[in-house]
């Protein structure tokens, strides 16, 4: 029987994560919403690239490449004077959803699976062991 505390602690964060992210859209050729996402534990203490194209839902041997969480979200966070307030405040959301991400999940990283349409797999490790984050969808040409 899974412990209750872990279940409960899965489904409060799951749910902050659905809050903070909520309305966002990463910004690329293509702006697509995020989806929360839950994966069982891996084998080893990083997922491998099989797990990652299946979580992706991509073909097997797709390219994965690992970029920091700070360099994924460096453009929707970033708040210039140009900016305005609507503009700001959507900034001000990707880095609170940033330090939520940051705060709740450890190793967090983006992994980025595909080439030219991508899925991109915002993971950390919760707590209670596997991983947690966001998935979405860019298009790079």
Known sequence: MENTNASA???????GLKQHSEGLYYL???????????F???QG????????????GKEAGEKVETV??????RNMSKETAEMSEE???????FQELQLFIEQHLQEAKV?????RRITALVLGKPQTGGFAGL????VET
């Open 9 to 15: 602690f899965t489904n409060d964060l799951l749910q």
């Open 28 to 38: 690329s050729e293509t702006d697509a919403p995020f989806e929360v996402v839950h």
């Open 40 to 42: 069982p534990a891996s």
């Open 45 to 56: 203490q990083e997922p491998t690239n099989e797990e990652l194209t299946d979580w992706a």
């Open 68 to 73: 920091e969480l700070r360099y994924f979200f």
């Open 87 to 93: 503009e700001k405040a959507y900034a001000v959301r």
């Open 111 to 115: 992994y980025r699976v595909g080439q």
């Open 135 to 138: 998935k979405t969808n860019l």
